[in-house]
């Protein structure tokens, strides 16, 4: 007992004389407080993590407990931010590291801190250090206030002779204590993007990522949220949004422990990735982006505000209409009929025309997936006049022209195969398989990276007005070995995605008024680094507006409309041509469908819908957006967004398929100024066609809108209403 109390005795004086100098580390949003602590045995801790603590005063409190017949310099169950692989902590570490030597372990231990401005918040950098060995784990954070969000990577380097091998790398580790957590994670296929599910976190370790290399979000898409205390939903509880920027493997780690608490672990997945670090490089972690709200529209909301103020390529600039060929012709085009489709671009009313799919190859045509890949020379066949006629038909139209690539994959039946064997990834002596009849190009090669950034290059040299880039992505890796890094295979999976990111950024930083969407064979690239240099993404390959709905509903959880592109084609002809523009009008708008299927009606119907959407499309992209009734919690969505200076909304609401003879509510909007008075009018209707709106026409209050509602469902199924609100003074 008297040996207990002298060791009980010795740790409390230990922190008392440490609570005088204590070293507090403050990242904070308007909304959050991260607090970080360095302990008495000289590592750094999490000490708090939750809604921002209005009195400074009040982080003096915040600490951690030391058992009394434990040894003072450790913390039990301690929350340390950087906790490594084989020190004293028994759950799922940040970093692993096998040292020169062959040491498995590594212990980090505060060194400094410093912050500075960046554009928007306040960035902290925190080195840590191995007691050890030469090694330095350098923790980086952006806080941005107004947004409430909170962006944090890492970067590790060493001195030791030899490289070390790197077995864990996290971008951050956050720890949570809550009576419960639920998980909404995002699972996806081709044409069946960000399909929302939900269960409670237990014991244990709950792990989602993937392992595809390329188009890696087929499956497991780069985001989540976690209820904290309970479920998930839109306008109550305490909810973790997060996000990884890596278009390549990720891995999320839930790992809830013996005492209840939660520890989540954003990282590259460190499947066949063991990396050999040499001395003196630098080993940089993708971003991990979060916000704490309450709600997930909340969250939403600063994940939307925060892309387009800092993180979306041109994420304050306006985005271009436009009529896409491929639903149309596939690959059976020829010039007559490019130009006569840039005329019906004009006569719809939309900005651009964008060429897809079979333009390019000679030995090898692109007249199927099968061939081209890799020669990207216009066919001579179909296009004699090349790219540079298009453009000039596209100018004599009265539109932009716009053009699709897939740069990084190449075809085995393409002459750059036949040059560059040992360009693309694949085994030296096994029999190759493909996916779409294609391979992956290795971008951990600088000779590749030079080659595909020289695709759009010289397509802009002799093309200065070619307008946009829709730029796909439609294999991952298969046959996993590159020729390129011979005995270092483990750096593959992610020196090919450090390659990609560095071809973007040089194309971004050369045309950087270009616009560029982001695709990945639908939606299998959506993630906030590649979005740096990318003005937008494609949602889904799926155009189907009923799916449509759910698929831009989960996207819009950490998206802004203006990233979303959508597009009115010819999937599901039960739904009307209505029913379709206004589903793709709720995010950024285009067509893909040959207007000659439309009758008359409908031709003046989609001219209108793109007229009203350019006039509205300040407040649909740049305005803040409320989702108001989830197509997961019945037979109708709804959803609106409201101008920054509260002078105009637009509602969109759809009946997707009702119940017969169902309980009907009316939608009660948000966001607006409940003392401005508002003109409510119906738009996008079809050619003779009058309004049903009890409201339509007249002028009421925001306060009356967002607490009794307009009646806008009804029984028919495929059916939609879109409703604009004007300020009336």
């Not at 944090?152 to 956050?174: C, D, G, N, V």
């Not at 892309?307 to 304050?316: E, F, I, V």
């Not at 393409?414 to 971008?443: C, F």
Request: hydrophobic share 35%.
């Amino acid at each position: 007992m008297k040996h207990i109390c002298t060791l009980a005795l010795a740790a409390l004086v230990g922190m008392q004389a440490y609570a005088a100098e204590k070293q507090i580390i403050r990242i904070s949003t308007d909304q959050t407080d991260l607090v970080l602590q360095v302990a008495p045995n000289g590592r750094l801790y999490q000490s708090y993590l939750g809604e921002k603590l209005l009195h400074e005063s009040d982080l003096d409190l915040l600490g951690w407990s030391v058992h009394p017949a434990s040894d003072a310099s450790v913390i039990e169950r301690g929350w340390e931010v950087c906790s490594t692989s084989g020190n004293e902590d028994f759950f799922e570490p940040a970093w692993g590291v096998t040292h020169s030597d062959g040491n498995p372990s590594t212990w980090l231990y505060y060194v400094s801190s410093s912050t500075k401005q960046v554009e928007g918040g306040t960035q902290t950098d925190i080195l840590l250090r191995d007691d050890k060995y030469p090694v330095d784990v350098t923790l980086h954070y952006i806080a941005y206030p107004k947004e409430n969000i909170i962006k944090t990577w890492s970067e590790i380097k060493h001195q030791e002779k030899k490289p070390i091998s790197l077995f864990r790398y996290a971008s951050t580790m956050l720890y949570f204590s809550s009576p419960s957590y639920y998980l909404t994670e995002f699972s996806s296929d081709w044409a069946k993007e960000v399909q929302m599910t939900s269960q409670q976190l237990q014991f244990g370790k709950k792990i989602v990522d993937t392992k595809l290399g390329s188009r890696a979000a087929m499956h497991a898409q780069p985001f989540f949220m976690v209820g904290l205390g309970q479920p998930v939903a839109e306008n109550t509880g305490d909810v973790l949004m997060g996000t990884i920027g890596w278009t390549g493997n990720f891995r999320f780690t839930f790992e809830v422990d013996n005492v209840g608490n939660l520890r989540v672990i954003p990282s590259i997945n460190p499947y066949a990735s063991v990396y050999e670090l040499p001395k003196g490089e630098v080993f940089t972690t993708p971003e991990f982006i979060f916000t704490l709200s309450k709600g997930t529209g909340e969250g939403s909301r600063n994940f939307q505000r925060w892309a387009r103020n800092y993180q979306l390529k041109d994420g304050k600039g306006t985005r271009m209409t436009l009529l896409n060929n491929w639903e149309n012709t596939a690959f059976d085009f020829d010039e007559p009929i490019l130009a006569e489709l840039m005329k019906e671009a004009k006569d719809l009313g939309v900005d651009m025309f964008l060429l897809d799919d079979g333009w390019f190859g000679n030995k090898y045509p692109r007249n199927s997936d099968n061939a081209g890949l890799g020669d990207w020379e216009a066919n001579r066949q179909k296009l004699p006049g090349g790219v540079p006629a298009l453009v000039r038909y596209a100018k004599e139209a009265g539109v932009e022209f716009g053009i699709w690539i897939e740069p990084e994959m190449v075809n085995p039946k393409s002459e750059l195969m036949e040059k560059h064997p040992d360009w693309a990834i694949h085994y030296p002596n096994r029999e190759t398989y493909y996916y779409r009849n294609q391979l992956v190009l290795d971008m951990s090669n600088p000779e590749v990276q030079d080659y595909v950034y020289e695709v759009v290059d010289k397509l802009m040299k002799e093309n200065p007005d070619l307008a946009y880039f829709k730029w796909d992505c439609n294999s991952p890796i298969t046959n996993i070995y590159s020729p390129y890094l011979k005995d270092k295979q483990g750096r593959l999976y992610i020196d090919h995605i450090r390659g990609v990111y560095n071809v973007m950024k040089r194309v971004s930083e050369n045309y950087p008024k270009l616009p560029l969407m982001l695709c990945s064979g639908g939606g299998a690239r959506c993630d906030y680094e590649a979005l740096k240099h990318f003005t937008e993404f494609w949602c889904s390959d799926n155009t189907d507006p009923v799916e449509r709905i759910y698929i831009q509903w989960g996207f819009s959880q950490f998206f802004p409309a203006k990233a979303m592109c959508a597009h009115v084609t010819s999937w599901n002809k039960n739904a009307s041509i209505k029913f379709r523009t206004d589903v793709a009008s709720m995010c950024k708008l285009g067509f893909d469908i040959g207007l000659k299927e439309l009758s008359a009606d409908e031709l003046v119907y989609c001219q209108t819908a793109v007229a009203n959407w350019k006039r509205l499309s300040s407040t649909i992209l740049d305005g803040e957006q409320y989702r108001l009734v989830s197509p997961y919690e019945g037979n109708h969505m709804a959803v609106n967004y409201v101008s920054t200076d509260q002078q105009k909304a637009v509602l969109f609401a759809y009946d997707v398929y009702p119940r017969f003879e169902e309980k009907l509510f009316p939608v009660k909007l948000q966001g607006l100024d409940p003392n401005k008075m508002y003109k409510v009018e119906e738009i996008n209707l079809m050619p003779g066609v009058k309004s049903v709106l009890k409201a339509n026409g007249k002028v009421l209050s925001g306060d009356y809108l967002m607490k009794i509602g307009l009646e806008v469902f009804g029984f028919k199924p495929l059916h939609s209403c879109v409703i604009e609100l004007t300020e009336q003074k």
